[in-house]
Every structure is written in structure tokens, then in C-alpha cells.
């Protein structure tokens, strides 16, 4: 039965049974609108050459060098130009060739076959990884598993093959995960763990050496293109880093207890409201399956354990002060969980269960389907805007970006009342929370309310003077007031900061014959 092309065709028809509905979702403008809305003219006009010569976002904040995401979104338009069908399409297809994959290679590591096929099942439906594919911007963790994991698998087959194809191969899907995402760079760290502990090389043999030069070469070439296309990044203090790590260990638990304990799931996760018992509850387990398994390899597990931890904490030094409050989305969990489906053959003498016995394949397919039951529940708090924002204002109520973010759906609703409402929710969360005043702003210019307009707008550029579409607002009242030259003065500061600002450029050209 798991043999040839069946068990991937059961992968597969499993996968789009569990996600097919999310086909019929909207965008969540978390990031979505960003990449794919704004983005759009952009992508048509400059193509894959704009891809790699600017951020994700096109922004100047040089932060996300992430062509390959931005690849994938270029493509997708190409075929069904801005219709979410054809991303989330996209995001499900990715997510199935990474459960595929996991097959692939806990077999070609001589794990049982039915093991390695519940291995890959589990990993297809655990709920934890909704984020990852029914959030379209989510396939950016998705598409980097894809490519690590290919890399690997070529890996695997160079040390068994010794053929130069292999090497190639591994290394150019690396040099594609690091244009995918930065956290990447630390695949190296696992790499070499297989090969210490997994294949017990000599370190310094020939052909491992051979694997260094390339790391190190598909390392420099993503740092020099890098530093080509963006000129130059943000500058980050080793305080700051520090700071940020020691701020955000207790994510580290929340993410650790989601895989064992997917019952706390949230779209929009901070740690003011999530709980860490699950977290080091998975802990305590992970020790103890390490103390008391009889038959435990603890090479595999020290793999396991490096492969989770390698892809997981460098998420940790994530932060952003304009955010308020942190969040730590769940799609990160992704990649780490693959390392963690080692340690759980480890677990307990997991590995040693005779998978042919009825009773084992009852419990197995019991745990599956209870976890695509949850997964099928998860999924639909992706299904609009409206949808997401009210369940991360629920389950986040702290956080002020999802309090914002609300009042943002209401506004695009018409509801100017509750817009305003979870406005003031936001500032009262984060005084200098970005974007609420120049929301305001907009609300009560919409309102005719011309002097509280043009306060909240001042407020907002007190708080964020490089923020273009304030500019532009101010610009717009100024306008509606006839005062021209202070509102050319403003859409030409907003295209310096912005020069794809596109709809200032209009605006501009407009104001220009008026004044002739």
C-alpha cells in the first residue's frame, strides 16, 4: 500500500480534503494586502527584476529580502492576476509536497513505512501549521520547509550516492531557501548535526569540506546579492537583540506547547494573553521521554532537538517597538516541527511500535482525525478580514494592533462608529500605537469634521513623520480646504518617502494644472 506513488496520492487527496475550503477564502489584510493588494502594480510593471532588487514590501525599510516569496505571489498573479483562489491554491499545493517530502525522508532515513507515513500525515493535519497555509503570506515558512527539506533530502543522497548531481542540487535548493527567508542561514547548523551524530562522518574528510565551501560560498552569494539589491539594512545593537531574546523566551514555550497541545491556537498570538503551561508541560515530557526510554538513540534525539531549535529560536529575537506588543505567529512554527517529529520517535520507545498491529493503527488514525477537526475549526478564522480581526481582538485583547486592525475592518464596513470605538481601544493599549490617528484622521474628515481631521493627522506625524499615507491624507484635507501649496508640499514629501506612491503622483499631476 505505501509504496511508489500511493502513499504521496494519499498525502495529497488528504491534504485537499482538510484545506479545500480555505480556496474559498478572502484576504485576512494581515500582510496579504500589503504583498499581493499594494503590491500588484508594482509586480506587473517591474517583474521578476523588481523582485530582487527590492524588499518584500517594496518598502524602504530594507528589513525582509525575500524574493522567492515574492516570486511565488509574482507568478500567482501571472495565472489569476489578484483572485485569492489561485494563493491559496498556492499555499495548499506547497504544504502537501512539504508533507511529501517528510515521507521522503524519514524513509530514506530507514524509518518503518508506516511510520514514516503517519509521520508525514501528522505533519500534513496538525493545527498548528493552519497559519501556515490557510494565511496566504503564511507560505513564506511553508516554502522555505520546502526548500530546506529538498535541500536535505539531496543531502541524504549525496552521502549515499557520491554523486556530484546531488551536491549541486542540495546546495542551490540552500542558496533558494536563503532568498525565501533569512532564518535559513542557520540550516548549515543542521546539516552538519546529520552528519555527526546521524551519519558519524569525520569531520574533516574531504567531502565534508567540500560541504563547508559550499555553505559558506551559497552564504556570501545570498549576502552579496542581498546587499546589491538593498544597499543597505537596518542597524541593530547587540543590547537591542539581547533585550528582544530575554523579552520573548516565554514564546519559545508558548510555540513548544502548541505542537504537543494544539488546543490554545490564536491568529494573532502575544504573550500578555497566552498561557505557558502547555509549554512546560511539553518540556517535562520531552525530559522524561529522554530519562526513561529504554531503546532512546540519543543521536537521533540531539538531531531532533538541534533541527527544532535551530529554526525555532532565532525567532525569538524578533521585535518591532512600534508594535506595542509582540506577536509571535504561529506559521514559525512550522519548519521547527519538522525537527520535532525526530525527537518523537524517540519518545517513549515511540519508534519501536509495531505498526501493524490493528490496535496501534486505531489509535493513530483516531489522533488524525481528532487534530483535522481542529485543524477544519482553526482554519475558518481565516476566512475574511472581518472574521480574523474579531477573533484576534478576542483571543488577543491586549494586543493594540488587533484592536486597530478592527477598527480598520469596520471603517472598509462603513461602521464609522465601531471603527472609532476600536480605535480608542488601540491608543488606550499603545499611546503611540501607528496608523490610529491618521484612522481617526480619515474618519472624521469623512465626517466633514475638518479641525479634528487635521489634528489627528498632525498627531500621527508626530509620532511617525515618515509615514506617507498620513502625508497624503493631510495633503488631501488641505486640498479639499484649498490650500494648494501646503498640500503639494505634502504629496511631494509623501513621494520622497515613497516613490511608487502612485496615487500621490496622480494627485500631484492634478494639482499641477490647477495651479498653471
Not at 40 to 56: K, M, T, V, W, Y
Not at 256 to 269: A, D, H, Q, R, T
Not at 477 to 495: F, G
Amino acid at each position: 500500500m505505501l509504496k511508489g506513488w500511493r502513499p504521496y496520492f494519499i498525502i495529497f487527496t488528504l491534504g485537499f480534503l482538510l484545506y479545500g475550503q480555505t480556496l474559498f477564502f478572502d484576504f485576512t489584510y494581515l500582510d496579504d494586502n500589503a504583498l499581493i493588494l499594494d503590491n500588484a502594480p508594482i509586480l506587473q510593471e517591474q517583474g521578476i527584476s523588481g523582485i530582487f532588487l527590492n524588499d518584500a514590501f517594496f518598502s524602504n525599510s530594507n528589513i525582509y529580502y525575500r524574493p522567492l516569496l515574492n516570486l511565488t505571489i509574482w507568478l500567482d498573479m501571472k495565472i489569476g492576476a489578484i483572485n485569492p483562489f489561485i494563493f491559496h491554491f498556492s499555499n495548499i499545493l506547497i504544504h502537501l509536497i512539504v508533507a511529501s517530502l517528510i515521507f521522503a525522508i524519514f524513509r530514506k532515513m530507514k524509518y518503518q513505512p508506516l511510520l514514516s507515513f503517519f509521520l508525514a500525515v501528522l505533519f500534513l493535519v496538525h493545527p498548528a501549521l493552519t497559519q501556515a497555509v490557510a494565511w496566504i503570506p503564511g507560505r513564506n515558512d511553508s516554502l522555505l520547509a520546502l526548500f530546506i527539506l529538498s535541500s536535505f533530502l539531496f543531502l541524504l543522497n549525496f552521502y549515499d550516492k557520491k554523486k556530484l548531481k546531488y551536491y549541486l542540487f542540495h546546495l542551490g535548493l540552500f542558496l533558494l531557501a536563503l532568498f525565501t527567508k533569512e532564518t535559513a542561514i542557520f540550516a548549515p547548523i543542521v546539516f552538519f548535526s546529520y552528519l555527526l551524530f546521524i551519519k558519524k562522518e569525520k569531520v574533516f574528510s574531504t567531502d565534508n569540506w567540500l560541504l563547508y565551501l559550499g555553505w559558506a560560498t551559497s552564504i556570501f552569494i545570498y549576502f552579496l546579492v542581498r546587499r546589491l539589491a538593498l544597499d543597505s539594512g537596518p542597524s541593530l545593537q547587540i543590547t537591542e537583540i539581547l533585550i528582544s531574546f530575554k523579552d520573548n523566551l516565554s514564546a519559545f514555550l508558548i510555540a513548544s506547547g502548541k505542537i504537543l497541545f494544539p488546543i490554545n491556537l490564536k491568529v494573532l498570538p502575544i504573550i500578555t494573553d497566552s498561557t505557558l503551561w502547555y509549554g512546560w508541560l511539553t518540556v517535562i515530557i520531552i525530559i522524561l521521554s529522554f530519562v526513561f526510554s529504554k531503546k532512546r538513540n540519543w543521536r537521533y534525539f540531539l538531531f531532533g532537538l538541534i533541527w527544532f531549535l535551530a529554526f525555532l529560536v532565532p525567532t525569538l529575537f524578533l521585535h518591532n517597538p512600534q508594535w506595542g506588543v509582540d506577536f509571535h505567529l504561529e506559521h514559525r512554527i512550522y519548519l521547527p516541527l519538522v525537527g520535532f517529529l525526530f525527537l518523537l520517535t524517540e519518545f517513549f520507545n515511540f519508534k519501536e511500535i509495531n505498526w501493524d498491529k490493528k490496535r496501534v493503527k486505531v489509535i493513530a488514525s483516531l489522533l488524525i482525525i481528532i487534530l483535522a477537526v481542529l485543524t477544519i475549526y482553526h482554519s475558518r478564522n481565516f476566512k475574511d478580514r472581518l472574521i480574523f480581526w474579531e477573533t484576534a481582538s478576542e483571543d488577543s485583547p491586549h494586543s493594540p494592533l488587533a484592536q486597530r486592525n478592527l477598527g480598520v475592518m469596520y471603517y472598509f464596513a462603513d461602521d464609522l462608529i465601531s471603527a472609532e470605538k476600536y480605535y480608542r481601544r488601540a491608543l488606550a493599549l499603545n499611546e503611540k500605537e501607528p496608523m490610529v490617528h491618521n484612522n481617526l484622521g480619515v474618519i472624521y474628515m469623512k465626517q466633514g469634521s475638518y479641525g479634528s481631521a487635521e489634528k489627528e493627522f498632525k498627531k500621527e506625524l508626530a509620532i511617525n513623520p515618515e509615514y506617507d499615507k498620513a502625508l497624503f491624507n493631510l495633503g488631501d484635507l488641505y486640498d479639499r480646504q484649498q490650500r494648494l501649496t501646503e498640500a503639494r508640499q505634502l504629496w511631494e514629501e509623501a513621494l520622497r518617502i515613497n516613490p511608487a506612491y502612485y496615487e500621490a503622483q496622480e494627485r500631484l499631476l492634478i494639482l499641477e494644472n490647477q495651479l498653471r
